[in-house]
C-alpha cells in the first residue's frame, strides 16, 4: 500500500498550483495536507455534470453498485480543481478524470492515482460562432478549453499548428503573427462567452456543444473523434490506497462501470432521460438527448466511417493510447509548470498509471470483448488524421 505523507501531500499540491493553472487553489494544498481517512467505509463517488460522467451515473441509476460502494448519489463538483481537491483528500474515493490530469495528479502530487479504465471515448468537439466555417477565421482570436491538460487543448493545439496557426498563452493572439490565445474557462461559462462573442470558440465535452447548436448561438466545427479516432477522453480512477484495502468494492464499481456502458451503448435515449430525470445533469433533456445521440448530423465529416459525432462507451484502456497521448503532452502549451514531463517516457507511462486488472475481469464477466466492440487481442493502432 502507498502511503502518502502530509509532508508530502503538501509539497506536491503546492507544485500542482504552480503547474496546474485551474489547480491553483489555497484550498487543494490545505486539503491535500490535512487529508485523512473518512468514517465511512463504503466507496464514494465524484464526478462533474457532464456526460463524459454518464456511466457512473447510470450505474447509480440502474443500482448496479452494491456491497462496499455507497448506495448515496454520486457527488457533483462544479469543477476540474474542486473534483482533485475531493479526490486528494480522501472525500471520494472514484471518479472521472481527463486523463492527462490523472497523469499530472499522479507525477505532481504523488498521490498514488490509477486509472481503473475507460469512462468514454470521443465525445467532445470545437463549436465556433456562428459565421466562423474555417480554421484560419480564428486566427487573432480567443479560443476557450476546458483544462490545460486536457484532451481537448491537445488536440485543439494539433489541429491549429497543421494549419499553420500557433496557439499562445498569457498574450494576446495577432492576426499578422497568425496566433490564437487560449484561455481556460468553465464549460457552464463558454455558453454564454460564445453568445456575446468575447471568445470565437470553446473546445469542450458534451452537452455544452449541443446547447450551443440549439440555443442557435454556435455550430459545432470538428468533433474531436474526427481528428482522434475513438480517443480517451475522461477515464475510470481510483486511489492505490483504496485498491489495496478494498480490491472487492473497486471490482464492484468496475462491473458497474461496464454494464452501465454497455446499457448506454444499447439505448442512447432512455440514457438521456435517465441523466435528465434524476438530477445528475443539470442541462436540460434535449440537449443531453443530442449528445447522447446527434440524430440526422449537419455536419461535415472526413471519416464518417469513425462516427465521429457520438460518445462511445467501452472500458479497456489501450496501452497505444496512453503512449501517443504522453507524445502529444510533450509538444502541448500550458500555462504553468512543465516539469513532470521530463521523466515521463511515453514507452513506460502506461504500465505506471493504468492497473487494467479490474476491467480486464469486467469484460469478461459482461460477454468478453465481442459484447464489448473490442479486438480479441486487446490490440490497436493509434488513428490521428489533422488535415
Given at each position: 500500500?502507498?502511503?502518502?505523507?502530509?509532508?508530502?501531500?503538501?509539497?506536491?499540491?503546492?507544485?500542482?498550483?504552480?503547474?496546474?493553472?485551474?489547480?491553483?487553489?489555497?484550498?487543494?494544498?490545505?486539503?491535500?495536507?490535512?487529508?485523512?481517512?473518512?468514517?465511512?467505509?463504503?466507496?464514494?463517488?465524484?464526478?462533474?455534470?457532464?456526460?463524459?460522467?454518464?456511466?457512473?451515473?447510470?450505474?447509480?441509476?440502474?443500482?448496479?453498485?452494491?456491497?462496499?460502494?455507497?448506495?448515496?448519489?454520486?457527488?457533483?463538483?462544479?469543477?476540474?480543481?474542486?473534483?482533485?481537491?475531493?479526490?486528494?483528500?480522501?472525500?471520494?474515493?472514484?471518479?472521472?478524470?481527463?486523463?492527462?490530469?490523472?497523469?499530472?495528479?499522479?507525477?505532481?502530487?504523488?498521490?498514488?492515482?490509477?486509472?481503473?479504465?475507460w469512462?468514454?471515448?470521443?465525445?467532445?468537439?470545437?463549436t465556433?460562432?456562428?459565421?466562423?466555417?474555417?480554421?484560419?477565421?480564428?486566427?487573432?482570436?480567443?479560443?476557450?478549453?476546458?483544462?490545460?491538460?486536457?484532451?481537448?487543448?491537445?488536440?485543439?493545439?494539433?489541429?491549429l499548428?497543421?494549419?499553420?496557426?500557433?496557439?499562445?498563452?498569457?498574450?494576446?493572439a495577432?492576426?499578422?503573427?497568425?496566433?490564437v490565445?487560449?484561455?481556460?474557462?468553465?464549460p457552464?461559462?463558454?455558453?454564454?462567452?460564445?453568445?456575446?462573442?468575447?471568445?470565437?470558440g470553446?473546445?469542450?465535452?458534451?452537452?455544452?456543444?449541443?446547447?450551443?447548436?440549439?440555443?442557435?448561438?454556435?455550430?459545432?466545427?470538428t468533433?474531436?473523434?474526427?481528428?482522434?479516432?475513438?480517443h480517451?477522453?475522461?477515464?475510470?480512477?481510483?486511489?492505490?490506497?483504496?485498491?489495496?484495502?478494498?480490491?472487492?468494492?473497486?471490482?464492484?464499481?468496475?462491473?458497474?462501470?461496464?454494464?452501465?456502458?454497455?446499457?448506454?451503448?444499447?439505448?442512447?435515449?432512455?440514457?438521456?432521460?435517465?441523466?435528465?430525470?434524476?438530477?445528475?445533469?443539470?442541462?436540460?433533456?434535449?440537449?443531453v438527448?443530442?449528445?447522447?445521440?446527434?440524430?440526422?448530423?449537419?455536419?461535415?465529416?472526413?471519416?464518417?466511417?469513425?462516427?465521429?459525432?457520438?460518445v462511445?462507451?467501452?472500458?479497456?484502456?489501450?496501452?497505444?493510447?496512453?503512449?501517443?497521448?504522453?507524445?502529444?503532452?510533450?509538444?502541448?502549451?500550458?500555462?504553468?509548470?512543465?516539469?513532470?514531463?521530463?521523466?515521463?517516457?511515453?514507452?513506460?507511462?502506461?504500465?505506471?498509471?493504468?492497473?487494467?486488472?479490474?476491467?480486464?475481469?469486467?469484460?469478461?464477466?459482461?460477454?468478453?470483448?465481442?459484447?464489448?466492440?473490442?479486438?480479441?487481442?486487446?490490440?490497436?493502432?493509434e488513428?490521428?488524421?489533422?488535415?
Amino acid at each position: 500500500m502507498t502511503v502518502i505523507s502530509r509532508r508530502h501531500l503538501l509539497a506536491g499540491a503546492t507544485g500542482l498550483t504552480v503547474a496546474a493553472g485551474l489547480f491553483g487553489s489555497a484550498d487543494l494544498v490545505h486539503s491535500a495536507s490535512t487529508a485523512g481517512r473518512r468514517p465511512e467505509s463504503a466507496l464514494r463517488v465524484g464526478y462533474l455534470p457532464i456526460t463524459d460522467a454518464a456511466p457512473l451515473l447510470i450505474a447509480h441509476s440502474a443500482g448496479l453498485y452494491s456491497s462496499g460502494v455507497s448506495s448515496s448519489k454520486p457527488v457533483l463538483f462544479r469543477s476540474w480543481a474542486g473534483l482533485a481537491e475531493a479526490f486528494v483528500s480522501r472525500q471520494i474515493d472514484v471518479a472521472h478524470l481527463l486523463m492527462p490530469m490523472a497523469l499530472q495528479l499522479q507525477r505532481v502530487m504523488g498521490a498514488g492515482v490509477r486509472v481503473l479504465g475507460w469512462n468514454h471515448t470521443n465525445g467532445s468537439a470545437l463549436t465556433v460562432a456562428p459565421d466562423i466555417t474555417d480554421l484560419e477565421q480564428l486566427v487573432g482570436t480567443q479560443v476557450a478549453i476546458p483544462f490545460w491538460w486536457s484532451i481537448h487543448n491537445i488536440v485543439l493545439q494539433q489541429l491549429l499548428r497543421a494549419h499553420d496557426i500557433t496557439p499562445v498563452v498569457r498574450r494576446s493572439a495577432s492576426r499578422s503573427k497568425r496566433t490564437v490565445e487560449l484561455v481556460v474557462m468553465s464549460p457552464s461559462d463558454m455558453v454564454p462567452a460564445l453568445a456575446n462573442r468575447s471568445i470565437a470558440g470553446y473546445v469542450v465535452a458534451d452537452p455544452f456543444n449541443a446547447i450551443a447548436q440549439i440555443k442557435k448561438i454556435g455550430r459545432i466545427h470538428t468533433f474531436l473523434g474526427d481528428v482522434w479516432r475513438e480517443h480517451a477522453c475522461c477515464v475510470l480512477v481510483t486511489r492505490e490506497d483504496v485498491i489495496a484495502e478494498r480490491p472487492s468494492a473497486v471490482q464492484v464499481v468496475t462491473d458497474a462501470v461496464v454494464a452501465a456502458q454497455l446499457q448506454i451503448t444499447m439505448d442512447r435515449n432512455r440514457a438521456a432521460g435517465a441523466l435528465t430525470s434524476g438530477s445528475y445533469l443539470p442541462q436540460p433533456l434535449p440537449a443531453v438527448r443530442t449528445a447522447l445521440t446527434y440524430p440526422a448530423p449537419p455536419y461535415q465529416f472526413r471519416h464518417p466511417d469513425w462516427s465521429p459525432q457520438l460518445v462511445g462507451f467501452q472500458p479497456y484502456p489501450y496501452p497505444s493510447f496512453t503512449r501517443k497521448l504522453v507524445e502529444a503532452m510533450h509538444d502541448t502549451v500550458v500555462d504553468g509548470d512543465r516539469g513532470f514531463l521530463d521523466d515521463i517516457d511515453p514507452s513506460t507511462a502506461h504500465d505506471g498509471l493504468v492497473d487494467d486488472t479490474f476491467v480486464l475481469n469486467s469484460i469478461a464477466a459482461h460477454g468478453g470483448t465481442q459484447a464489448l466492440g473490442l479486438p480479441a487481442d486487446l490490440v490497436r493502432a493509434e488513428q490521428v488524421q489533422l488535415l
